[in-house]
T-cell receptor, first 112, second 109 residues
Framework: EAGVAQSPRYKIIEKRQSVAFWCNPI?????LYWYQQILGQGPKLLIQ????????DSQLPKDRFSAERLKGVDSTLKIQPAKLEDSAVYLC??????????FGQGTRLTVV | QQPVQSPQAVILREGEDAVINCSSS?????VHWYRQKHGEAPVFLMI?????EQKGHEKISASFNEKKQQSSLYLTASQLSYSGTYFC??????????FGQGTRLTINP
């Protein structure tokens, strides 16, 4: 079974630039999450989708972050404009909505 | 409310045992345990549910104490492959998991 796919693996941008991350969840997983993991900390939930609808985006900085999940499969997370404090690993994860959440390898973003 | 993990770091020799604790100030419905190796994604280990039994996987097991609002992860006869950072996540099923700050486990030969 293929895992959660993310791209790119690494990205370096200057502050105030924009960036987008892509995620393809495990086939059949209706629930998709985007997490932000700052170095030395646990993952922090940014947004949760159930199929193509948003379940929870209470911790998403909506003035600069946006996410969509068209057709209930792939998802993109965008940051515009980026700030220095956005430097982190962005993890996509998926689940069947039941038990066990499976993470992708993440995108390491460095904002300079 | 972020769960609190203890200890923050553990250094063991291969074959020794370890216990990692995860405490919450809120009532727990489920506790999820993950292991993350440097530069890799967190890997799901197990989930414990309110009212459920202690879970186990090979030499890694966990318990869930509802009264204390705490879960403990037990690593028995640790192997080098157990090294990594262990996270607990608390929440309702897999919805909106809130992760602890992590416990870094180092196993030396």
């Amino acid at each position: 079974e293929a895992g959660v796919a993310q791209s790119p693996r690494y990205k370096i941008i200057e502050k105030r630039q924009s960036v987008a991350f892509w995620c393809n969840p495990i086939s059949g997983h209706a629930t998709l999450y985007w997490y932000q993991q700052i170095l030395g900390q646990g993952p922090k939930l940014l947004i949760q989708f159930q199929n193509n609808g948003v379940v929870d985006d209470s911790q998403l900085p909506k003035d600069r972050f946006s996410a969509e999940r068209l057709k209930g499969v792939d998802s993109t997370l965008k940051i515009q404009p980026a700030k220095l404090e956005d430097s982190a690993v962005y993890l996509c994860a998926s689940s069947t909505g039941g038990w066990g959440t499976f993470f992708g390898q993440g995108t390491r973003l460095t904002v300079v | 409310q972020q769960p609190v993990q203890s200890p923050q770091a553990v250094i063991l020799r291969e074959g020794e045992d370890a216990v990692i604790n995860c405490s919450s100030s809120k009532a727990l419905y489920s506790v999820h345990w993950y292991r993350q190796k440097h530069g890799e994604a967190p890997v799901f280990l197990m989930i414990l549910l309110k009212g459920g039994e202690q879970k186990g996987h090979e030499k890694i097991s966990a318990s869930f104490n509802e009264k204390k609002q705490q879960s403990s992860l037990y690593l028995t006869a640790s192997q080098l492959s157990y090294s990594g950072t262990y996270f607990c996540g608390t929440g309702w099923q897999a919805q909106k998991l809130v992760f602890g700050q992590g416990t870094r486990l180092t196993i030396n030969p």
